[in-house]
């Protein structure tokens, strides 16, 4: 399959068993684009079966594997990820990360806290940090455009509002939220363009299948009103991503027609 040659990078993180929206993100910039693919996430063959399905079809993708999402490993993998690519230019950044809990108040301790901050707020500012830096770098060279770039963020609905039994899940959420906004405040001005993207929904993939489908009855997850495809997603961070510069989208919520809000 031919395509556009190009020395532009997107990273991706949160890639799960490589069937959800980062995957479908990462396949269609790699699809439409020509960009250089990146995947980020702990040991997985979902992932590495993904790389290998992008380079099928004719484009560049590497695996950048980390144990667990702490600012020494996140740096570590921009360092191998340049190393790998030094000609390379990053142009997008999806944080898709996720960290799901639906525990009731009384029954949170102290460490789902943790892990909820840890992955939304102290890992996605790892994450969004090395991105921007990147992003923000003066050019090398020839064929090099120079500072600006794309970071596209996964949000919930819970970023909006807690509810019941998502104390944890919410505070994380929100946490993400915030940070997400500071960034577009204080980097729009040097090129670069964030989008929290909130999925007010379910989106089908092989962990909601088996954690929903028998439960609000079989098929409900492959009906488009009712379910958010992976793919239709991934459309929409395209579209963010090649915004012009006098007309950029902040915040966006993404539901099927069905859903209630």
Known sequence: ????CSKAIIVVSGLGNGVGVGAEVAKLFSKELGYRVALVSRPR???ED???GIKSEGGEAEVFSLQEYTHQEIKSVFDRMKAFWPDGRLKTAV???GQWSNIPFLDIAENDIKLSVQI????????S???VRMFTAPATGEGDEGAGGTLLVTGATSAWRGSHSFGAFAAGKHGLRAISQSIAREYGPQGVHVAFIVIDGTVLTKRTEALFGEKKGKGWLHDEGQALSPRSIAKTYLFLHQQSRDCWTLELDLRPAKEKF
């Open 129 to 131: 940090q090395e991105a």
């Open 45 to 47: 063959k979902d992932v």
């Open 1 to 4: 399959m031919s395509r556009p």
């Open 50 to 52: 993904l790389a290998a």
């Open 95 to 97: 944080w898709n990360t």
């Open 120 to 127: 939304n707020v102290v890992a996605a500012t790892a994450f």
